[in-house]
């Protein structure tokens, strides 16, 4: 079993709404049952705005609500809650999805040939690198091909490890 801390709950949260979602995450965990009005209010947002994040979640299955008729006004209010007992599934899919992106980009990249200048002026892919006959064409040092693949072992190890996350959830 997978137990998520803290940390990798947020990530969850992230991944769905990015960076300017978090506020309304904290407000949500601080209480149940606000209205988006009251979350608008609460997040000095356009309700609208608030609804927009609040439909993300829900299509993540990480929100529930409830609603209640104004009786003045006749229209329905609605009251949201996070739902935690998804947050699990979804860290799964996310992880899921980072190591295709990322077994991806180990298999483009360890496959194609770039090629790097020693000073980081520039990476050149391989037909631009013989235009300019392995030379940095902004410094003139011979571009490598070693050093882009430095960061190769890292991107594995990565992988390696969400794989080795994900195989206790079996
Ligand atoms: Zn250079």
């Not at 999805?97 to 483009?108: F, H, S, T």
């Amino acid at each position: 079993m997978i137990r998520l801390t803290p940390k990798k709950v947020d990530e969850v949260f992230l991944d769905v709404l990015g960076e300017e979602g978090m506020p309304l995450i904290r407000a949500m965990r601080k209480k149940d049952n606000l209205s988006e009005f009251r979350l608008a209010t609460l997040l000095k947002l356009d309700v609208k705005r608030v609804r927009n994040l609040l439909y993300k979640l829900s299509n993540h299955n990480l929100v529930g609500f409830t609603r209640k008729k104004d009786k003045e006004k006749g229209w329905y209010i609605y009251y949201w809650s996070l739902l935690t007992d998804q947050i699990k599934y979804q860290y799964v899919r996310s992880k899921k999805e980072q190591l295709a992106r990322l077994k991806d980009r180990l298999d483009r990249e360890g496959r194609e040939h770039f090629f790097f200048c020693p000073q980081k002026c520039v990476t050149l892919d391989f037909d631009q690198a013989t235009d300019f006959e392995f030379h940095c064409p902004e410094c003139g040092e011979i571009v490598s091909l070693e050093a882009g693949k430095e960061h190769l072992p890292a991107i594995k190890k990565k992988i390696e490890e969400i794989e080795k996350e994900l195989k206790k959830e079996k």
